[in-house]
């Protein structure tokens, strides 16, 4: 299966728009952002676990990330509430769930073979001033990539023209981008050599971002 698969091209999906589509998992459903394989792929998706409902056991051959949108995840791991970053490298394994149902932005085999680095974190934590009406934490930095987490100011502007694309989920508020105006849940790709300039909302914005990471896009390997 490929979805959304040219990567030289910009894309934003509506994602409080798109259907729900069952996965294997009774109970788990989700929503595809873009793919390039069938149940083993290099994906990006909303994820939604009804209550009590979980995945089988499993290893991560290519790593997994994700943000906990709604409601608290759990694995034997921990529980994660809404916020959260979680950031499980290639070789990890989990059964992951929730026993009152939650929401997941979530990517799969985006990592570098080599990584090895588990955390989680909130991301709204640990903020630092950047600019006008403009504040970050960066969440994870290595040859890559950087992820970061913002939280703008109403008018606040941010500007960006990074190399190796870019691609954010507004998670809160809304942003205008050129012509598009950006309301939460919005899933916005850009392809490298493509600038990004942001103008919060009367509400202000926040944000979960990705840069770099575009120059290295493959299939599974397995």
């Known amino acids: 299966m ?110 570098d073979p080599e990584d090895r680095t588990q955390f989680s974190t909130p991301m709204a934590e640990g903020l630092v001033a950047q600019g006008d009406g403009v504040k970050v934490n960066e969440l994870f930095r290595d040859g890559r990539e950087i992820v970061r987490y913002y939280a703008l100011d109403a008018g606040a502007a941010l500007d960006f023209a990074p190399a190796g694309g870019l691609e954010l989920l507004l998670l809160s508020g809304s942003v205008q981008d050129g012509e598009d105006r950006l309301h939460a849940g919005d899933w916005l790709r850009l392809p490298e050599g493509e600038a990004l300039t942001l103008s919060a909302g009367p509400d202000g914005a926040t944000l979960w971002m990705k840069t770099g990471h575009l120059r290295f896009v493959a299939a599974p390997d397995s």
């Open 2 to 111: 490929e979805l959304n698969s040219d990567f030289s091209q910009r894309v934003l999906v509506r994602t409080e728009k798109e259907p729900w589509h069952p996965s294997p998992s009774p109970g788990v459903e989700r929503r595809m952002l873009d793919r390039i394989g069938d149940e083993v792929a290099r994906a990006t998706s909303i994820v939604r676990f009804a209550p009590g409902q979980s995945f089988s056991p499993h290893t991560h051959g290519g790593g997994e990330e994700f943000i906990v949108l709604d409601g608290v995840f759990q694995d034997e791991h921990g529980d994660y509430p809404a916020g959260t970053y979680v950031r499980n490298p290639p070789t990890t394994s989990h059964t992951p769930g929730s026993d009152k149902g939650c929401t997941i932005f979530v990517k799969l085999w985006q990592f």
